[in-house]
């Protein structure tokens, strides 16, 4: 399956903002409160808000993933990613993400 490029720059922007060692207390405490992640531009506090997000949610739909990763907590739920349901949440899901990103202010990153 393709990943989408939201995925990949999700994925690009966690690893190059955190060590491995400090990953999850970083995101931990980002999904708590994005504003506090690190001293951004205003316009980049949504999108990073948006990345960890969908961040989330990935690791919710694919453990798999998530456990290459070292997130653990959806190590007993693997969905049956192969149904026309997953399909359909799958794509509503990456719809949503990118209606979201297409309406972030690229002039104020």
């Given at each position: 399956?393709?990943?989408?490029?939201?995925?990949?720059?999700?994925?690009?922007?966690?690893?190059?903002?955190?060590?491995?060692?400090?990953?999850?207390?970083?995101?931990?405490k980002?999904?708590?409160?994005?504003?506090?992640?690190?001293?951004?531009p205003?316009g980049a506090?949504?999108?990073?808000?948006?990345?960890?997000?969908?961040?989330?949610?990935?690791?919710?739909?694919?453990?798999?993933?998530?456990?290459?990763?070292?997130?653990?907590?959806?190590?007993?739920?693997?969905?049956?990613?192969?149904?026309?349901?997953?399909?359909?949440?799958?794509?509503?899901?990456?719809?949503?993400?990118?209606?979201?990103?297409?309406?972030?202010?690229?002039?104020?990153?």
């Amino acid at each position: 399956m393709k990943k989408s490029l939201l995925h990949i720059l999700a994925a690009g922007i966690l690893v190059a903002a955190c060590s491995p060692a400090t990953a999850l207390a970083q995101k931990a405490k980002t999904v708590a409160n994005p504003a506090a992640a690190v001293a951004q531009p205003a316009g980049a506090v949504p999108l990073a808000a948006l990345f960890i997000t969908y961040s989330e949610e990935q690791a919710r739909l694919f453990p798999l993933e998530g456990i290459y990763l070292g997130d653990n907590r959806y190590n007993n739920q693997l969905p049956n990613d192969q149904t026309r349901a997953f399909r359909q949440q799958q794509r509503q899901s990456y719809g949503q993400y990118l209606a979201t990103l297409h309406k972030v202010d690229r002039t104020k990153l």
